[in-house]
């Protein structure tokens, strides 16, 4: 090889790594383009002469650009609800207008490709960044199938879609794992739990309705007639000596002459934590807890009301006993 093909070959050299830098410097700059595709850059070596197998000399360089259209790229996130991304391989059909008449553009019919998905709509028309047109099958809305296999301009109507009844709702709640109330107290376990106790009676505004019996090879019984009727004065009974009645714990002082209504009100009126009542028919005092879970202890003599007047057997009454 003489000086001038040397050199030649040099400059050659130098041609091919400025034709790779052209393509490095338009790929960063492209960076940011939308579906845009790097161009790499391969190079040739020519050999200078014909000659032996394992005896050709180098000669100059070729530089020649490798497009990467089919290598996918990164899918980003839009707030365009009409931007799309192929993710894989493949393409977007689109069509370029010939023309405009009157807002309407027109078409020569020619399908083109591309993978730049940042379509918006524009007069009922789906158009990318670079002014093409959307294309694609129809589908059938009943069965879901394409219609054909021939793309076709998309456009739509700008109307508002007509409403459809919905069918089902997803919904999610958190429930905090302590779930205070106003009855939590920190020092008793189990304070924020719900009290059965607290839900016997019938938690619906309404009147409680009868009970139902369902079943066979059973008689109901007939109610029971009531064997007492009428109303009985409370202040027909005194108590014969005074003395203390202890309930639950807590001595309660009975004078003499009280009448079992004023009985009741003492034992109602006490810390016992019992409410008493007089029975509007026998006239006995009955004793009833707050809720049900409470207990009942009464102690001490037994206390005798009995009729004002004479004294006689038929006027010792009932002694008063717990509800």
């Given at each position: 090889?003489?000086?001038?093909?040397?050199?030649?070959?040099?400059?050659?050299?130098?041609?091919?790594?400025?034709?790779?830098?052209?393509?490095?410097?338009?790929?960063?700059?492209?960076?940011?383009?939308?579906?845009?595709?790097?161009?790499?850059?391969?190079?040739?070596?020519?050999?200078?002469?014909?000659?032996?197998?394992?005896?050709?000399?180098?000669?100059?360089?070729?530089?020649?650009?490798?497009?990467?259209?089919?290598?996918?790229?990164?899918?980003?996130?839009?707030?365009?609800?009409?931007?799309?991304?192929?993710?894989g391989d493949g393409f977007f059909v689109v069509e370029r207008p010939t023309g405009f008449t009157g807002g309407i553009p027109s078409f020569n019919g020619v399908n083109l490709y591309t993978r730049r998905g940042d379509f918006q709509v524009q007069d009922g028309f789906l158009v990318n960044g670079s002014g093409y047109y959307l294309m694609g099958v129809p589908i059938d809305p009943k069965t879901?199938?394409?219609?054909?296999?021939?793309?076709?301009?998309?456009?739509?109507?700008?109307?508002?879609?007509?409403?459809?009844?919905?069918?089902?709702?997803?919904?999610?709640?958190?429930?905090?794992?302590?779930?205070?109330?106003?009855?939590?107290?920190?020092?008793?376990?189990?304070?924020?739990?719900?009290?059965?106790?607290?839900?016997?009676?019938?938690?619906?505004?309404?009147?409680?309705?009868?009970?139902?019996?369902?079943?066979?090879?059973?008689?109901?019984?007939?109610?029971?007639?009531?064997?007492?009727?009428?109303?009985?004065?409370?202040?027909?009974?005194?108590?014969?000596?005074?003395?203390?009645?202890?309930?639950?714990?807590?001595?309660?002082?009975?004078?003499?002459?009280?009448?079992?209504?004023?009985?009741?009100?003492?034992?109602?009126?006490?810390?016992?934590?019992?409410?008493?009542?007089?029975?509007?028919?026998?006239?006995?005092?009955?004793?009833?807890?707050?809720?049900?879970?409470?207990?009942?202890?009464?102690?001490?003599?037994?206390?005798?009301?009995?009729?004002?007047?004479?004294?006689?057997?038929?006027?010792?009454?009932?002694?008063?006993?717990?509800?």
């Amino acid at each position: 090889m003489g000086i001038f093909d040397a050199l030649n070959t040099a400059v050659t050299g130098l041609s091919a790594q400025s034709f790779a830098l052209q393509n490095i410097s338009g790929n960063i700059a492209n960076s940011q383009t939308t579906a845009f595709k790097g161009t790499n850059t391969e190079f040739e070596n020519l050999l200078s002469q014909q000659a032996a197998p394992g005896h050709e000399t180098s000669g100059s360089v070729l530089a020649s650009s490798a497009s990467t259209i089919t290598v996918q790229g990164d899918i980003q996130a839009t707030a365009v609800g009409t931007n799309m991304a192929v993710n894989g391989d493949g393409f977007f059909v689109v069509e370029r207008p010939t023309g405009f008449t009157g807002g309407i553009p027109s078409f020569n019919g020619v399908n083109l490709y591309t993978r730049r998905g940042d379509f918006q709509v524009q007069d009922g028309f789906l158009v990318n960044g670079s002014g093409y047109y959307l294309m694609g099958v129809p589908i059938d809305p009943k069965t879901g199938n394409p219609v054909g296999s021939v793309p076709q301009l998309l456009q739509f109507q700008n109307n508002f879609l007509p409403a459809a009844a919905t069918s089902q709702v997803n919904y999610g709640a958190n429930l905090p794992t302590d779930p205070t109330t106003t009855n939590t107290n920190a020092n008793v376990a189990n304070s924020d739990l719900i009290n059965p106790i607290d839900f016997i009676s019938n938690p619906l505004n309404v009147n409680a309705q009868p009970a139902k019996l369902i079943g066979t090879g059973a008689a109901i019984s007939a109610d029971v007639p009531a064997s007492v009727t009428g109303n009985v004065n409370a202040n027909a009974y005194t108590v014969a000596s005074a003395g203390n009645i202890l309930i639950n714990g807590v001595t309660i002082p009975v004078p003499a002459a009280d009448t079992a209504a004023q009985v009741a009100a003492l034992i109602s009126g006490s810390a016992a934590g019992v409410n008493a009542s007089v029975n509007g028919v026998s006239g006995f005092v009955t004793l009833t807890g707050q809720d049900a879970g409470t207990t009942i202890d009464v102690t001490g003599p037994e206390w005798h009301i009995i009729r004002a007047g004479a004294i006689s057997a038929q006027d010792i009454d009932e002694c008063l006993k717990s509800g």
